[in-house]
Nanobody, 120 residues
Framework: QVRLVESGGGLVQPGGSLRLSCAASGSIFSINSMGWYRQDPGKQRELVAAIISGGSTNYADSVKGRFTISRDNAKNTVYLQMNSLKPEDTAVYYC??????????????WGKGTLVTVST
């Protein structure tokens, strides 16, 4: 079993910054990709940013130039640096990891989410 634990959410004013972290632990052989998604109530969960094991990244158009995803492979941890935050960035942010476990099964795991609120 693999567990993802997110941290770093909170309340921030427009224009401010937050850094999210997500640490993976458990029966991990390798992690192929890690990413961040977000979801507003009543809306579909959407990709914010993703990073694969080789370091290539992918961002939603709405966050390009403001958010940066990075990864520490030794710690099985992914980060999301969020700058110039806008009220429309308010959502629950979820971490996702595509993991090959010790039996070599490849499974997507999700964290429980962390709330980011951008407001005055």
């Amino acid at each position: 079993q693999v567990r993802l634990v997110e941290s770093g959410g909170g309340l921030v004013q427009p224009g401010g910054s937050l850094r999210l972290s997500c640490a993976a632990s458990g029966s991990i052989f390798s992690i192929n990709s890690m990413g961040w998604y977000r979801q507003d109530p009543g809306k579909q969960r959407e990709l914010v940013a993703a990073i694969i094991s080789g370091g290539s990244t992918n961002y939603a158009d709405s966050v390009k130039g403001r958010f940066t995803i990075s990864r520490d492979n030794a710690k099985n941890t992914v980060y999301l640096q969020m700058n110039s935050l806008k009220p429309e960035d308010t959502a629950v942010y979820y971490c996702k990891a595509n993991v090959a476990d010790l039996n070599y099964y490849v499974i997507d795991y999700w964290g429980k989410g962390t709330l980011v609120t951008v407001s005055t």
